[in-house]
């Protein structure tokens, strides 16, 4: 059962996702206010230690950063704010930090 409504949320994501990329690109202060909804649900998964975060969040990275070289600051505080008690998670934050820096380096 717990499989299943698993499968059946990951595939709405991926269906639903490119259709908010798509949307988002035409406008900077949609994505922004997107961005905060999102940042928001990941941060409700993470309190209840979603198993389903960590296979969201890799579908979910573009619409955050769709109209940002760099992670704005209220996102970034927001991200900042939330407890790392999992050494997996931690681990992989840090991760995905480095690529974000990584980017901004670029550009």
Do not use: G
Request: aromatic letters at 8%; glycine letters at 0%; one cysteine or more.
């Amino acid at each position: 059962m717990v499989a299943k409504t698993m499968q059946q949320l990951l595939d709405f994501w991926a269906r639903v996702t490119p259709a908010i990329l798509q949307l988002l690109s035409h406008s900077k202060v949609l994505a922004d206010m997107v961005n905060l909804h999102f940042v928001n649900t990941l941060q409700a998964l993470q309190q209840f230690n979603s198993a389903v975060l960590c296979q969201l969040y890799p579908m979910w990275e573009p619409v955050l950063t769709v109209h940002h070289a760099h992670v704005p600051r209220k996102l970034r505080l927001k991200f900042e704010s939330v407890p790392l008690e999992n050494a997996q998670m931690r681990s992989w934050l840090s991760k995905v930090r480095y690529k974000i820096s990584q980017i901004e380096l670029q550009t």
